[in-house]
């Protein structure tokens, strides 16, 4: 059974910086075929995409509000990803989610909603203003 569990949320002030870490298991699973990113979702919104990262890190793709504020990387040969967010606004506050997916794709821009195999249970990140 494969598990993604993230951390790293928490409250932090508009502007400032958080990294969340997602990390994948058991240490058996491919992590390295698959697309993995990050999703969020908002309280009374739907879930959207945030950030991924193609399998071997050759491909990023990033949501327009994460464009130039948000970094995703990932360590196959720990099962882990990251995404490293700064000048953070109140309007980041959600719940986020680290999805693996798309499975052999090249691509980051393929691990759509539709594409994700496996979901985290979640980190809350809460920015106050």
């Known amino acids: 059974q494969v598990q993604l569990v993230e951390s790293g949320g928490g409250l932090v002030q508009a502007g400032g910086s958080l990294r969340l870490y997602c990390v994948a298991s058991p240490r058996s699973f491919n992590f390295g075929n698959y697309a993995v990113g990050w999703f969020r979702q908002a309280p009374g919104k739907e879930r959207e995409f945030v950030a991924s990262i193609s399998r071997y890190g050759g491909s990023e793709a990033y949501a327009d509000p994460a464009k130039g504020r948000f970094t995703i990387a990932r360590n196959n040969a720990e099962n882990t990803m990251w995404l490293h967010m700064s000048s953070l606004k109140p309007e980041d506050t959600a719940v986020y989610y680290c999805?693996?997916?798309?499975?052999?794709?090249?691509?980051?821009?393929?691990?759509?909603?539709?594409?994700?195999?496996?979901w985290g249970k979640g980190t809350l990140v809460t920015v106050s203003s």
């Open positions: 999805a693996v997916g798309a499975e052999y794709s090249d691509s980051a821009r393929d691990l759509r909603d539709d594409r994700v195999d496996y």
